[in-house]
């Protein structure tokens, strides 16, 4: 139907209905593809994010391990700029090697520890056979002008006697 050159027929209407119906499927299909990306990149991210915490975590530790070594370390950098270390003296181990050597015992020197703690001192481990032993190493002692400190002195089931002395040869506060 035309009327004056005008159409009058529902052409273009179908027309204008198939395209904006096309429009809103097209409309649809992005947003149902859309969606599904983004579902699937949350997917695939999630294994991902948690890696990512768990490294964090890690991180964290490995940082905290690190903060109380440096601590430590400095700690102990400290320490070691207060400490004085004396050593001994050439002098001071020929006397121990000499006093070792004319040390009169009829028994076992089980251990000798040469050290300085203020002054030089020698500690003596040992066990004697008969009590005239341990008054010789007094009378030694005495006759060379060093102290002594009896921290030990026992008799074992051997019949033995077990003793511990630390001798001062050269004091510490001259």
Do not use: C, H
Not at 23 to 30: D, G, K, T
Not at 51 to 57: C, D, F, G, H, T
Not at 139 to 159: A, G, P, V
């Amino acid at each position: 139907m035309e009327i004056k050159g005008i159409d009058l027929s529902s052409i273009r209407e179908q027309r204008w209905l198939r395209k904006n119906y096309i429009n809103l499927i097209e409309w649809i299909a992005s947003i149902v593809i859309s969606s599904a990306l983004s579902i699937g990149i949350i997917i695939e991210t999630i294994p991902l994010r948690n890696l990512s915490l768990e490294n964090k975590k890690t991180l964290n530790i490995i940082k905290e391990r690190i903060r109380k070594e440096e601590l430590a370390i400095s700690q102990l950098k400290n320490n070691q700029q207060n400490i004085n270390i004396n050593y001994l003296q050439k002098e001071d181990l020929k006397k121990f090697i000499d006093y070792l050597t004319d040390f009169p015992v009829n028994g076992i020197i089980e251990t000798s520890q040469l050290y300085e703690e203020n002054g030089v001192k020698i500690k003596i481990n040992g066990k004697l056979t008969n009590d005239s032993s341990f008054e010789k190493i007094t009378k030694q002692i005495k006759n060379n002008n060093y102290s002594y400190k009896l921290e030990n002195f026992q008799t074992n089931e051997d019949n033995k006697i077990e003793f511990s002395l630390n001798i001062k040869l050269i004091d510490g506060t001259q």
